[in-house]
């Protein structure tokens, strides 16, 4: 039992928890690794033996929950400090690879921002393309919508008209509030929720 | 009928005391700051020996990572006679503020509830 075998278990265990540090940039990864190897160092007195580095490992938890709730944390501090919208949509990306709840979750306020950004872009747009810009009902089946604005087939039947510009303007600030505050509740929840390393 | 289940009354105590001391973890972990910067392992050693909080090791730093970003602590790394760096933690002036507040928000909170409890000493009913 040496030290070097000591070190070589510290560098298999940061590796494994870099590995899982998903949505982090290399800096913060970098920071995040750099503390708990000093924390390793700190526990095992400077020892290093391979059994003062697995007690302190064990102490620190499993790689992928020590990697999963630095990155919760952090993209959740990121949300408290910028709420901005575009901010809680990065920070959705951030999580999305941690889990399939995260992936659902920047799933879900991705398409809501587009949603919303349709029926905006269109009711703004109407005034200066009106035969363009509109909800329009495809002839295939009455199910069929199209929104936005584009040349669509001639059978096509415009549902709103000129109502587009309220109703879409309303319709899309709420649908990016609704998205946006779906948003940060669910980073907060993934943060509340996220499995601790136990004691 | 439909009878519900109910869950043994020490597991719900130990959930109870469990929410508790997270609540009152980021003013424990501000408080022991207050005399000067410590390194992170210097904090679960005075958390758990001055107010008998045994942290998960590996929490400590998202927590300390959060509570910068919200201005309330700084850090800096420092070379330690240990042989390798160390990443300190101090309170910013708005940390001093904050844990000041959040202290006297727990006390009031507490002498409330102690008054409340009174009754119940020496009451073995």
Same mark, same amino acid.
């Given at each position: 039992m040496s030290r070097e075998q000591g070190q070589a278990h510290l560098d298999t265990y940061l590796a494994q928890v870099h590995r899982h540090l998903h949505g982090l940039s290399e800096t913060e990864a970098r920071e995040t690794l750099a503390e708990l190897r000093s924390h390793v160092l700190d526990r095992t007195e400077g020892q290093l033996s391979p059994a003062a580095v697995e007690a302190a490992i064990a102490a620190l938890g499993a790689p992928r929950d020590v990697a999963r709730v630095n990155v919760t944390e952090r993209v959740a501090?990121? +949300?408290?400090?910028?709420?901005?919208? /575009?901010?809680?949509?990065?920070?959705?990306?951030?999580?999305?690879?941690?889990? /399939?709840?995260?992936?659902? +979750?920047?799933? +879900?306020?991705?398409?809501?921002?587009? /949603?919303?950004?349709?029926?905006?872009v269109t009711a703004i747009v109407k005034p200066f393309a009106p035969a363009r810009a509109g909800l329009w009902i495809l002839p295939a089946d009455d199910l069929s919508f199209s929104l936005g604005v584009m040349d669509h087939s001639p059978l096509a039947r415009e549902v709103l008209g000129w109502w587009i510009i309220p109703i879409g303007l309303v319709v899309g600030l709420g649908l990016a509030w609704l998205t946006w505050r779906f948003g940060v509740f669910s980073v907060r929840g993934m943060a509340r929720g996220v499995k601790r390393p136990a004691a | 009928m439909v009878s519900k289940q109910v869950a043994p009354a020490e597991d719900e105590t130990g959930k109870w005391e469990t929410q508790l001391r997270k609540g009152g973890l980021g003013l424990a972990v501000l408080a022991t700051l207050w005399p000067g910067r410590l390194y992170g392992l210097e904090m679960l050693r005075r958390l758990d020996a001055d107010a008998g909080l045994s942290v998960p090791e590996g929490t400590i730093y998202p927590l300390l990572s959060r509570l910068k970003a919200e201005g309330l602590v700084d850090s800096e790394w420092v070379e330690s006679d240990a042989g390798h760096p160390r990443k300190y933690y101090a309170l910013t002036e708005l940390g001093r503020r904050r844990v000041r507040d959040m202290a006297a928000g727990w006390r009031a909170f507490a002498t409330g509830l102690e008054r409340l409890l009174a009754p119940l000493d020496g009451d073995n009913r």
């Open positions: 501090s990121a +949300v408290e400090t910028n709420r901005s919208p /575009l901010s809680v949509l990065r920070a959705t990306g951030r999580l999305a690879r941690l889990s /399939l709840q995260g992936f659902t +979750v920047f799933f +879900v306020s991705l398409s809501g921002y587009l /949603l919303a950004a349709g029926f905006l | -």
